[in-house]
């Protein structure tokens, strides 16, 4: 199963965490990996290389963590969309991918 966990404070989405597999098919032919793959990449791309945030980024053996340094006001509309899209992805694939909200002190 795919575990996303989306950060969030009192100023909004903060980051995300995704971990794991979804296991619906064969290496390089699962689409669930493949669609939450393609949401992870182009939300940082974006909020990296557009928005120019600054960010802590960790990526390890298909995990990737992701948190917000310096510009969090302007990437909320992105954030907010990547979990609408990881959430609706959830909703059709409940077996494969599971999402989280958590509660970050002091960010």
């Known amino acids: 199963m795919i575990k996303v966990t989306i950060f969030t404070s ?11 597999h979804s296991y619906f098919a064969d290496e390089g032919s699962d689409i669930i990996c493949a669609a939450v793959s393609s949401a992870v ?11 120019k945030c600054q960010a802590k980024i960790d ?3 298909g995990n990737m963590s992701f948190h917000i340094v310096t510009k969090l ?3 909320q509309q992105i954030l907010e969309g990547f979990k ?7 909703a ?3 077996k494969n991918i599971k ?6 002190q002091n960010a």
């Open 73 to 75: 006001s302007e990437a």
């Open 99 to 104: 999402v989280t909200l958590r509660r970050c």
């Open 10 to 20: 009192d100023n909004g989405i903060t980051g995300f965490e995704s971990r794991g």
């Open 59 to 61: 990526v390890s053996d």
């Open 84 to 90: 609408l899209h990881i959430e609706a992805l959830a």
């Open 92 to 94: 059709d694939y409940p």
């Open 41 to 51: 990449f182009m939300t940082v791309n974006t909020l990296t290389d557009i928005v």
